[in-house]
């Protein structure tokens, strides 16, 4: 089967509209780590969870089953999202949040949102001020934390019946299909990243590799790549590579700023944070099998999973594959489905032509023996 | 007038707990609650942008047809409709106007950007934090679109609190260029909000374009019954840009007095003092005294506060003078018609979906209804006779 | 006048122990050694790492099945304070801070250091228009110059806050309540401690209040399957308190979230269950700031489901934090019932 087909058109932008719909917030992330465990147990020969709630895929290298010490490969990908906790509820039944990892307040005004109680989710939007109790100065300023709440409509004994601090507040998903191929939803950073692993890890299944492959989807990366950390350190792998988003290019972003476009293809990464012959594999993979392909300079943290994947023990030779998205970290997030897949094969590719040789090659640097 | 005037002491003035519940919870509510409710689902969330009034004009006179007997439009595209009195349309007798806008505040293309987004520009009062980071919906083909931000992690510090300027926003329908969009979208195309219906606990709705798609449904549910004056019904455009349609409208319908439904500010939210409030929801309609655009007739509201207070109906005054609506157009047209607003309290106004309390409109269909069946044709036949600043 | 002083003495007296004495971060062997003296009758085995953090351990005193964990329990030792890093001529001494301590703070108070040297903090002259700093502030320790001075301290000594503890009712104040109060919350859960299912692992940490670094090193020695840390929180309860929820004398805290650590789902619910099953007054708590032992724990080899149990503490990081002794009663009996639960997740 020619592989630039994809196994399944429809599936794949089906996953993402399901993901982004999916609510996990950093540290509560067990529901679609459940929907992301099932989705990972049809192409991997063992699935589990870590004590911090990583999810962990292994495919063993086939047909090379038996081969002493294969090389393991990490993907990691991120699940969690940001989102805001309820931290007080105030007279009239107002709820104050606060956020969980870099929330943009800006988008915030007049949002409808759901606050996930015990017996389920509320409906509720964030107020806002009419313009006639506000200065000048005021209009022209964002509300603070401070003063920002929720309003679920609900009378205040209902609101402290049902709601309690620590409570979580989601946007309420809604994702939207818009002009070729494109989607726009919340949290498609990084379930974009998510579904890349789903595309890669399907079509791996009909390839052989020598390397045993650990698809990962990791927690808490936004509130300081705490998945990570904990993650490689129980996969041990000899190459992990992130898979995230990155900025694109969009109004008010320039390339001096955004290093990529919409549809023009996966971002691989180079600087401090990549090992360079991971990166120059990448990037020859990507011309070997016509995967369109851009390239972003990072000369210091990366600010993705492979910063912590990098230093786990003693050392990872770490590569960062991304999905250009628009709007990072607001409500209507934008990616190309066509970045996503060709990520997913260039993934797939990558991780089919990993050898001992190469996860060899990764240690010399140089010097002599 | 002043306020001393009014009578009975309206509800917000007394201490503001206990809230009144109309329906209990638990009750069975009403038929005319769940037709409100029905209404609202079905007006709310058609797109209605000042000037592209259409799919909703086409929704009320769906609605309305089986209970008027004559609607018409104007050049405008307003809407207005007339249920005659009992003795039909020879003998009009006196005529009251009820007003309630179809527009809603929203957005037009104006233009495209190379990269493929939409300029737009807005249409009526947006304060234009709102729009960051919404979906939306452009054009009658309702294609989807959204309003971006940059991101958090490149803005500088002193970029973070600063509100946008109005033209750094465009809407982003995912065109790859110019020329994809250009296909799609057309100059002129309105943009309005993308957000749901939900109804919140058990009395309250959250929907966007509720001012005044909520004075919209008070006014089809006034409309099921004959009164003993002549109602005419204008369901008016451009409000939002300055009382346009409302102007037209009242000319035409020549009535001899006139009643507002609309939305209004209600401000009771965490951290406002409550003499910043303007209006509680759940506490019932709120009848003005003035505002930027007109100042109610003093007879006109009187009259009202005596339904209220005959039938029990909570009301509340609107405690500010700011904002303006139809009631400014209507009052000065030809020469001159008492005109006074019946309003209901909505929370984040001009926002993508604003909240609502169902026991408040309710109250105000039965706050106008009580008025049309025993005030309004006894308060003519004496104005006919000393005039209507004799009250 | 202050209401009559209701029975919570011991509980007072052993916070008031621990509290008077001298120990910024890396210099806390003042508390370990007090620590350590009560130890040795509350565990089976008493021992301490390269950083200096104290570990003692409790066997499972009942076989507790499924529900049997290695548990971590922590509180830290160390305090914010300072530390010279000069002495000039006439024997004033410049210094850096040690941990989160502002310089408007300090002007005024005295410091006491290790080894007992009592002084004042001086500042210079103000300048118009600019916020204090620390290089402005020195300390001044009654001699008239360096010669004097370097027979009392050297550079690299470090001193902390010095005010005794006060009583206010069933309140007490002083300096250090951040992390005292929480060390006096272990050793008494040990103490009442009859039976448990766990193996337990009491830590008492170094150097959390310059970015919990003994925390680390001690999960990563102890493995633990599941760790608790007892830390002191804000109480957002004083005239114009940001919106936050914990409020003083309405029970130990329960944390969702800080900056260091989201609080495993399940070990949170857990703790509140337990904390309504044995009516012991409780709260929960949400930060967007600060951090405890448990952001190093939780991240510690494959991950440790971690969770925290603060007092609320009004004015940290002074030399009057405030805390209920109801309060910390409360975090006593809720930690007791914890160890004493087999863990259901």
Known sequence: ?369 | MTQAQAAPQPQAQRPLQPQPQPSPPGQAPSERFSRLRECLELLCPLPGVSGFEGPVRERVAQLIRPFVDRWETDPLGNLLAWRYGPDGPQQPGPVVMLAAHMDEVGLVVSGFEGDGTLRVRPVGGLDPRVLVGKAVRVGASRLAGVIGVRPIHLQKPEERRRAPEPEALVVDIGAAGREQAEQAVQVGDPVVFEAPFLVLGERRVLAKALDDRVGCCVLVELLRERYPVTVVAAFTVQEELGLRGAQVAAFRADPHLGLVLEGTVGADVAGVEPHHEVTRLGAGPALSVLDQASIASPPLVAALVRVAGRRGIPFQWRRTGAGGNDAGAIHVSRAGVPTASVSVPCRYIHGPAAVCDLADVEAAVELVQGFLQEEAAPLLQRWRRHGSEGG | MQGEAPARDSLAEAIRRLAELVGPSGREEAVREAIREQLSELADRVWSDPLGNLFARREASRQGGAGGRRVMVTAHMDEVGIMVTHIDEKGFLRFAPVGGLSPSLLVGQHVRFVGGVTGVVGREPEEEGKDLRHGQLFVDIGVNSAEEANRLVQVGDAACLWRPVQRLGQRLSGKAMDDRVGCVVVLEALRRLAESPHEVVAVFTVQEEVGTRGARPAAFQVAPELALAVDVTPAADTPKARPLPVALGKGVAIKVKDNSVISHPGVRRWMVEVAERHGIPHQLEVLDFGGTDAGAIHTTREGVPSGVLSIPTRYLHTPAETVDLEDVEAAVKLLVRLLQEPAPF
């Open chain 1, 1 to 369: 089967m020619p592989d630039t087909h994809a196994p399944d058109g429809d599936n794949l932008t089906r996953w993402l509209e399901e993901l982004s719909q999916a609510v996990a917030i950093s540290g509560h992330e067990q529901e679609l780590a459940r929907w992301v465990a099932e989705r990972l147990g049809s192409w991997c020969d063992e699935v589990r969870q870590d004590p911090l709630g990583n999810v962990i895929g292994v495919r063993r290298a086939r047909p090379w089953k038996d081969a002493p010490c294969p090389p393991r490969v990490m993907l990691a990908a991120h699940l969690d999202e940001v989102g805001l906790v309820v931290s007080r509820i105030e007279r009239g039944g107002f709820l104050r949040v606060l956020p969980v990892g870099g929330v943009n307040p800006q988008v915030l005004m007049g949002l409808v949102v759901q606050v996930h109680t015990r017996e389920g989710a509320l409906p509720g939007v964030v107020g806002f001020l009419p313009p006639h109790l506000l200065s000048r100065e005021e209009m022209g300023r964002f509300p603070r934390w401070d003063d920002l709440f929720v309003d679920t409509g609900l009378p205040e004994e209902q609101v402290r019946a049902r709601v309690g601090v620590g409570d979580l507040v989601s946007v309420r998903p809604c994702s939207l299909r818009l002009l070729g191929g494109r989607l726009a939803g919340k949290a498609l950073d990084n379930r974009a990243g998510v579904a890349v692993l789903l595309e890669c890890m399907s079509r791996l299944a009909r390839m052989g590799h020598a390397a045993e492959v650990y698809a990962v989807a990791t927690v808490q990366e936004e509130v300081g790549l705490r998945g990570a950390v904990t993650g490689t350190f129980g996969v041990v792998p000899d190459v992990g590579v992130a898979v995230d988003v990155t900025f694109a290019r969009q109004r008010g972003v320039g390339e001096s700023e955004a290093p990529a476009e919409l549809g023009r293809g996966p971002v691989v990464a180079r600087g401090a944070n990549m090992h360079p012959k991971v990166t120059q594999r990448l990037l020859e993979v990507a011309r070997a099998h016509g995967v369109p392909h851009q390239v972003e300079v990072i000369p210091g943290r990366s600010g993705t999973d492979a910063w912590a994947m990098q230093v786990s023990r003693s050392g990872v030779a770490t590569g960062l594959v991304s999905v250009p998205l628009r709007y990072m970290h607001s409500p209507v997030e934008v990616v190309d489905v066509e970045d996503v897949r060709q990520a997913g094969r260039l993934l797939a590719h990558f991780c089919a032509e990993l050898d001992a040789e190469f996860a060899r090659s990764l240690l010399d640097w140089g010097v002599g023996a």
